[in-house]
T-cell receptor
Framework: AQTVTQSQPEMSVQEAETVTLSCTYD???????LFWYKQPPSRQMILVIR??????QNATENRFSVNFQKAAKSFSLKISDSQLGDAAMYFC??????????FGQGTRLTINP | NAGVTQTPKFRILKIGQSMTLQCTQD?????MYWYRQDPGMGLKLIYY???????DKGEVPNGYNVSRSTTEDFPLRLELAAPSQTSVYFC????????????FGPGTRLTVL
């Protein structure tokens, strides 16, 4: 079974600085997708970025990028130029096989002005 | 498009009562999901459906039932509510294919007293 581990329950960063959120996962499959979702205080889950396991190139979406290390089963999220609106819970997740998404426990990110 | 809608937004139940959480999506997605999120935790899959008439258990199905008679609707039934079912419930949908993101509803906060 797949598992996703986020070892940082809380992180904080100064506005305009860069922060990296860690995620490791375990799977026996060779083909899968990884996602980062954001959950602001409104509770609405929002997709931040996604990565296909077969792609070597790390995904990038504006200020958000990932460091995907397939051999190490690591999928960290880097947020550049942090903004107050980035404050949220961030969940790492994996999907494979029967189309079921498995989530990590989340990292609460605080942005200090 | 309204996306994924859930009703009600909040509900308080007494132990032993039953209720149905409603979920509707207007994006013609095949896949639909029900998750629960306990405080400070990630999302755990309760049930999912790959199309009308087809449902399957997720990680934590005990105490819940679902049905999928149409593509749009995926209600979640709680029978004999227990305090352990106090949680926030999210419905989600997605198109077929690993790459496609899940779209989440706004959640239902349920308290069982």
């Amino acid at each position: 079974a797949q598992t996703v581990t986020q070892s940082q329950p809380e992180m904080s960063v100064q506005e305009a600085e860069t922060v990296t959120l860690s995620c490791t996962y375990d799977t026996s499959e060779s083909d899968y997708y990884l996602f980062w979702y954001k959950q602001p205080p409104s509770r609405q889950m929002i997709l931040v970025i996604r990565q296909e396991a077969y792609k070597q190139q790390n995904a990038t979406e504006n200020r958000f990028s990932v460091n995907f290390q397939k051999a190490a089963k690591s999928f960290s999220l880097k947020i550049s130029d942090s903004q107050l609106g980035d404050a949220a819970m961030y969940f790492c997740s994996i999907i494979q096989g029967a189309q079921k998404l498995v989530f990590g426990q989340g990292t609460r990110l605080t942005i200090n002005p | 498009n309204a996306g994924v809608t859930q009703t009600p937004k909040f509900r308080i139940l007494k132990i032993g009562q039953s209720m149905t959480l409603q979920c509707t999506q207007d994006m013609n997605h095949n896949y639909m999901y029900w998750y629960r999120q306990d405080p400070g935790m990630g999302l755990k899959l309760i049930y999912y459906s790959v199309g009308a008439g087809i449902t399957d258990k997720g990680e934590v199905p005990n105490g819940y039932n679902v049905s999928r008679s149409t593509t749009e609707d995926f209600p979640l039934r709680l029978e004999l509510a227990a305090p352990s079912q106090t949680s926030v419930y999210f419905c989600a949908s997605r198109r077929t294919g690993f790459y496609n993101e899940q779209f989440f509803g706004p959640g239902t906060r349920l308290t069982v007293l």
